[in-house]
T-cell receptor, first 112, second 113 residues
């Protein structure tokens, strides 16, 4: 399985943009990049995913490097509710289902 | 709103007891998953199911079994609970395609004394 590397923690201020990096140097040509986040005392929730080009949705943007060996999750204007652990994942096919391997993720702290 | 519901938020059991953790989804999803989450170890896949009565072992199936008699319900069974099974258990469901998102429940914090 291709591996991802993320910083253990990051800190930002409320209403400022946040850029969460992820390295995936062993990514294959067909691997999608998924991001999930886990708020305190909750299960993980899907944030965004993409293959090659940048992606936007109501929660965030995903910027994917041209060589696909890294990507950045962008929260355009962080709020206190964005404080969570963010996971960058490359799902793999496993016996008829997708397998998500969650690493340690990046713990994001938002300062008021 | 789509929903994955886990029957208990907190559960306390004794060593040797048989424990059932229940999960129900209302999205008609084919795939269902059970993970456990421990500090420093992240989420680890225990078992998953891609259809009724079908199951596959994940990365840490030892000490667990599962049951999927109906599409919407996926049960995790601890045949004889042990203290090292004290953990947060998370259920998820998804459509079958590789890049479909997983929807997670809120988790069950199980303590085995």
């Amino acid at each position: 399985d291709a591996k991802t590397t993320q910083p253990n923690s990051m800190e930002s201020n409320e209403e400022e943009p946040v850029h969460l990096p992820c390295n995936h140097s062993t990514i294959s040509g067909t691997d999608y990049i998924h991001w999930y986040r886990q708020l305190p005392s909750q299960g993980p929730e899907y944030v965004i995913h993409g293959l090659t080009s940048n992606v936007n949705n109501r929660m965030a943007s995903l910027a994917i490097a041209e060589d696909r060996k890294s990507s950045t999750l962008i929260l355009h204007r962080a709020t206190l509710r964005d404080a969570a652990v963010y996971y960058c994942i490359l799902p793999t096919q496993f016996q008829g289902a997708q397998k998500l391997v969650f690493g340690q993720g990046t713990r994001l702290t938002i300062n008021p | 709103d789509v929903k994955v519901t886990q029957s208990s938020r907190y559960l306390v059991k004794r060593t040797g007891e048989k424990v059932f953790l229940e999960c129900v989804q209302d999205m008609d999803h084919e795939n269902m998953f059970w993970y456990r989450q421990d500090p420093g170890l992240g989420l680890r896949l225990i078992y998953f199911s891609y259809d009724v009565k079908m199951k596959e072992k994940g990365d840490i199936p030892e000490g667990y079994s599962v049951s999927r008699e109906k599409k919407e319900r996926f049960s995790l069974i601890l045949e004889s609970a042990s203290t090292n099974q004290t953990s947060m258990y998370l259920c998820a469901s998804s459509l079958p395609s590789l890049n479909e998102k997983l929807f997670f429940g809120s988790g069950t914090q199980l303590s085995v004394l």
